[in-house]
């Protein structure tokens, strides 16, 4: 068996909470007073295009609420979107505490459209985590497609039976798995430190994983 020179993770969901799901749309519409069926579907018709960064943050707002006139402002949605991130602060500590190890190259492998993904990459200093961000909108092609492992694979130039691969939707896992990678689905830091332990994977000694 490939001793795991790699680990990706996934964001939203793992070390964030997501950045634009549906609670966070069904707060939207609520908030500023969406019809939520209409808001929906043109959301379902976008999304693919912005995750794959094949249209702006201004087109899908624009396209998706202001399609029609609004007693609110573009920017006001936009600080909406960006608030409803969150993180989790020990899953960062301890992805950081993995990187810093020095044991592994770690990355992300992550859905999500450019804007969004630069400001959470920034505001909660997600390079400190990670060598690489193998996101949905720089790449073109979007989770669970086996595309978006198959890319970040050649980039990295590592054998999928080398990586490890973390995410919290099992519709992914199952993708990487099939490509010969090991998964794991994340259920909360407790458990992944505890299978982390049972799998040998980490702590163990430190070594270098540089690209």
């Known amino acids: 068996m490939s001793e795991i020179t790699t680990i990706l993770w996934d964001i939203g969901g793992v070390l964030l909470t997501n950045g634009w799901d549906r609670q966070s749309r069904q707060t939207a519409a ?11 579907h043109r959301h379902q018709e976008l999304e693919p295009l912005w995750d794959k960064g094949r249209i702006s943050m201004r087109d899908y707002l624009d396209r998706a609420i202001f399609h029609r006139p609004r007693p609110f402002s573009l920017e006001q949605i936009e600080e909406f979107m960006v608030d409803c991130s969150k993180p989790h602060d020990e899953t960062i500590a301890f992805a950081e505490e993995v990187f810093r190890s020095g044991a592994f190259l770690q990355a992300a492998v992550n859905n999500e459209p450019l804007e969004l993904n630069l400001r959470r990459i920034q505001h909660f200093g997600l390079r400190r985590c990670f060598t690489a961000f193998f996101s949905s909108c720089f790449l073109g092609e979007a989770k ?50 505890e299978w982390l332990q049972s799998q040998r994977v980490y702590p163990r000694s430190a070594r270098s994983a540089s690209l």
């Open 30 to 40: 609520d908030v500023f007073s969406l019809d939520w069926d209409e808001f929906e």
């Open 144 to 193: 669970p497609n086996p595309e978006i492992f198959r890319k970040t694979l050649m980039i990295l130039q590592r054998s999928a039976a080398e990586c490890l691969f973390i995410d919290d939707r099992a519709v992914n896992v199952e993708s990487a798995a099939q490509l010969g990678m090991k998964t794991h689905l994340y259920g909360g830091l407790a458990g992944l430190r």
